[in-house]
């Protein structure tokens, strides 16, 4: 049994999502023969927020939801991550979600550091109006530790432009002048970037792209199954598809879709738009959710939430290259049965970080005023993940470590010597 299979094992915690990155974090810091020291720095947040939100419900009643917001680390710049509003949101969660923000930050080379909030509600059974006032009373309990220069939030799971506009909005009234650089993933209208809304699939795409010119494989010939068609997910298998990927399945919550020849993505997105659902869509089987992670493909693409491949099913995974677009999907006792396997796994800090990239993008343009074409956005992204994944590849091959250990040694390594150079204030 290997070091990072027996921690887990003693904690029994495989899918809590903490202790997955605390035993990856160990297993890169010793590969790293990292300070102890500082090792004990990155192996805590460095701050950690709790609030209770009273909300005013439509029919009267009071409400109180609990919210998170966990930073990291700042040793290579403010905070940086996203908000999210679910019922099973979790600290644990939330901590292993601001850390990974740190390493992925750190593994393409932006100048931010890790931080993630969440609020524990079931935004479907919320109205606008009352996910607008829980919006704007979380966002007053965080005023003094958010900022441009402090803490920069952005979209995650269940929220989206109009959530950050009004975070904009609400922190803005509190500093009594517009801050736009306060959130990134905002609408274009109020200082959002170009091609911020495709960046983190467009991410996925790139490094697929990359994956398979170094395992030798043909494009046109590479069929793809998708988890999760949220923004993530359907984005990076419109831009795969339309790049001549065989996107063969995508599997949602309520179930999955099959066909061998391809699907029609763009087709799909309308009809999912209309039916609220892709069960039902022309010319495709369906079949259980989650089934479609086991079944033959080339490239398979988690972009759902975390946990999604475990010990438990991770020997049934056929795919040749494992593009992780949503945090988190894989357990460390599942990387364990994958590496023997031979799977081709791109993690999730390297894979999904177009989205981050991209958001530093916004918080550039907003600082300076001036905004770029789209064109040029994805030029630049496509630059950052094209160093990035090849400095992750060249540290596996060096150290003769899986690929996601290599990204965490990347990243540890330079938030390390940042804190190195800094050093300790007393």
């Not at 109009?162 to 517009?178: E, F, G, K, L, N």
């Not at 087709?267 to 479609?292: D, M, S, V, Y």
């Not at 438990?312 to 992780?324: M, Q, V």
Request: hydrophobic share 40%; with cysteine.
């Amino acid at each position: 049994m290997s070091v990072v299979t027996e921690e887990l094992a003693v904690d029994s915690q495989e899918t809590n999502p903490w202790a997955a990155q605390a035993a990856r974090f160990d297993a890169a810091s010793r590969k790293l023969n990292l300070d102890e020291g500082i090792a004990k720095i990155l192996a805590h947040p460095a701050r950690e927020l709790t609030v209770h939100i009273p909300v005013q419900m439509d029919d009267g009643r009071i409400e109180v939801f609990t919210g998170y917001r966990v930073q990291h680390s700042e040793a290579r710049g403010p905070g940086k991550g996203g908000i999210r509003y679910a019922p099973d949101v979790s600290l644990d969660e939330v901590r292993a979600l601001a850390s990974w923000m740190t390493w992925k930050c750190a593994v393409v080379n932006i100048p931010f550091g890790g931080a993630k909030g969440g609020i524990i509600c079931d935004p479907h059974i919320l109205s606008q109006n009352e996910l607008e006032r829980m919006t704007r009373r979380y966002t007053a309990e965080l005023v003094p530790f958010i900022g441009p220069e402090r803490d920069v939030p952005a979209p995650d799971v269940n929220t989206n432009e109009q959530v950050m506009a009004w975070i904009m909005d609400t922190y803005s009234m509190h500093q009594r002048q517009t801050m736009t650089a306060v959130v990134t993933g905002k609408p274009l209208a109020l200082g959002g970037s170009a091609g911020r809304r495709q960046a983190t699939g467009r991410g996925c795409k790139i490094v697929c792209d990359r994956a398979i010119e170094k395992l030798g494989m043909d494009k046109r010939k590479t069929r793809v199954i998708v988890q999760g068609f949220g923004n993530v997910g359907s984005n990076a298998a419109e831009l795969l598809a339309e790049d001549g990927y065989i996107v063969i399945g995508i599997d949602e919550y309520d179930g999955g879709i099959l066909n061998l020849k391809g699907i029609d993505i763009p087709a799909l997105i309308a009809f999912r738009a209309k039916n609220r659902t892709i069960q039902g869509f022309p010319g495709t089987r369906t079949l259980p959710a989650r089934e479609l992670l086991g079944h033959d493909c080339d490239i398979l693409v988690p972009a759902a939430t975390e946990n999604q491949i475990t010990s438990r099913n991770a020997a049934s995974i056929k795919a040749k290259i494992l593009c992780e677009g949503a945090n988190g999907p894989t357990t460390v006792l599942a990387d364990e049965i994958l590496e023997k396997k031979g799977v081709f796994v791109i993690p999730d800090i390297l894979a999904n970080a177009g989205g981050v990239t991209v958001s530093y993008f916004e918080w550039v343009q907003d600082r300076q005023g001036y905004f770029w074409k789209e064109s040029e956005v994805n030029e630049r992204l496509q630059e950052i993940m094209d160093s990035s994944f090849a400095a992750v590849v060249e540290y596996a091959e060096k150290h003769k470590v899986n690929n996601r250990i290599a990204a965490y040694m990347v990243a540890i390594d330079r938030v390390a010597t940042a804190i190195r150079l800094r050093g300790l204030y007393a």
